[in-house]
């Protein structure tokens, strides 16, 4: 190849993942950091494909969307303090709930280009331990204080203190733009977009009772790790029914003449972590390793969601992925007919619905059910916001391995701010 020669493009291989159990806030985790959650899952990654030799692996890619200060470096940090080499490089990357799969996309490109033979990626986040803020006006004095040139003026700076100054900043679940909680948001959506209670409460039943199906049949021995006492995700409720859902009173949305969305069909907030080795395919032959399936295709999308949501439109806060699938598809040469698996995160059940009616609107075709989260998704594991995206591409990687022959997988993603990750994993 010339230098001027574009470098072309390797496939890029899904090896395997682990995760922690998904635990409910203030739960089981409640005391356990982003890097101590990252690190066990990362342990488990290293233990299971024998990682633990130097240079074993390129680079490790993750992030968190709720991190305190300390968290400064935390990819780089759970490296240091875990089982593998401590001179693999590391850094952190955010995408509110796409965090994960960016990670996993932003790793991939460089074993695609050549640049690195294999990489580590995903997320994890702790809403237990969301950190708190110092009031902006005492951070003000502070700042001022810190600024005095003079022991007299240090003082009268700090004199500036009041009572109301200790009361700390706590984290909202929050738009900046619209002053709107995500479950607001999406109530919004279901309105408009005409999402029945009963359509979400199926949705959601069936997220519960195939997630508890997976782990009956051991789906999930090599893809969870053990941690703080929990072997499953806390938030499952395998005798979850339609008929159940139905008694829950509805939490978003309560100013709508019939509001449709509750506890039961919503995520909740949830700490975990969750990681995906990726490779060439040499590196993988060289080490004996079968790839589960191929990373081959990705999209980024937003949308003006504080114009959309607010005018009672159809671009709500979650509804990038309505665009982000079709322009990935066309791209790809691809349609919905050629998808044996389909994964879409579920954040609500309302905004899977929705993004399902959108898909069809905007051209492409019915999503069968029977393909659709075959194995469960958010509602039934929890959403630790960054871990979601790796959690669902190790899950759809092992189910496209287990089918026979070639199968095709799809995975959309929505995230705050109006965005959406999407992808697509091969099985040859």
Request: glycine share 10%; hydrophobic share 45%.
């Amino acid at each position: 190849m010339s230098p001027l020669e574009p470098p072309r493009a390797r496939r890029v291989a899904v090896i395997g993942g682990t995760r922690v159990p998904f635990a409910r806030a203030d739960g089981p985790y409640a005391t356990a950091s982003n890097q101590e959650m990252l690190t066990a899952a990362l342990n488990g990654l290293v233990e299971r494909y024998g990682l633990q030799a130097p240079g074993a692996v390129g680079e490790l890619v993750a992030g968190a969307v709720l991190k305190h200060s300390r968290d400064f470096n935390l990819t780089r940090e759970t490296v240091l303090g875990s089982d593998l080499d401590s001179r693999t490089p590391a850094y952190d990357i955010q995408q509110a709930c796409g965090t994960g799969l960016q990670a996993i996309i932003a790793a991939a490109n460089k074993i695609a280009l050549g640049q690195t033979e294999s990489a580590i990626a995903g997320g994890v986040d702790t809403a237990s331990d969301a950190p708190l803020g110092v009031n902006d006006d005492l951070r003000r004095v502070l700042l001022e204080a810190r600024r005095a040139k003079s022991l007299g003026a240090r003082v009268k700076a700090l004199a500036k203190v009041r009572p109301a100054h200790l009361v700390p900043d706590i984290p909202r679940n929050a738009e900046p733009r619209t002053g709107l909680s995500m479950g607001e948001h999406a109530a919004v959506t279901a309105r408009v977009w005409g999402v029945t209670r009963e359509a979400q409460d199926e949705l959601a039943a069936a997220s519960h009772q195939r997630l508890a199906a997976a782990y009956e049949r051991g789906f999930f021995q090599d893809l969870v790790v053990p941690f703080r006492g929990l072997a499953r995700d806390q938030n499952l409720r395998p005798g979850s029914t339609v008929e159940k859902l139905a008694t829950l009173k509805p939490v978003f949305g309560l100013k709508d003449p019939e509001p449709t969305m509750t506890a039961g069909n919503s995520t909740p907030l949830t700490d975990g972590a969750a990681l995906v080795l990726l490779a060439s395919e040499e590196w993988a032959a060289e080490r004996g390793l079968e790839p589960l399936a191929y990373l081959t295709a990705y999209e980024t999308a937003a949308v003006d969601f504080p114009h959309g949501d607010v005018a009672d439109g159809e671009d709500g806060l979650l509804m990038a992925p309505a665009y982000a699938v079709p322009r990935m598809l066309e791209r790809a040469g691809l349609t919905m007919a050629d998808f044996d698996l389909i994964e879409v995160h579920e954040a609500f059940a309302s905004q899977v619905l929705a993004t399902l009616a959108a898909w069809e609107k905007r051209g492409l075709a019915p999503v069968d059910r029977s393909r659709l989260n075959v194995a469960g998704s958010s509602l039934a594991t929890g959403h630790p916001f960054a871990a979601t995206g790796a959690r669902i591409v190790a899950t759809l990687a092992k189910l496209l391995a287990e089918r026979e022959g070639p199968a095709r997988g799809l995975i959309s993603v929505c995230a705050a701010g109006g965005q959406g990750v999407t992808a697509v994993l091969e099985r040859t």
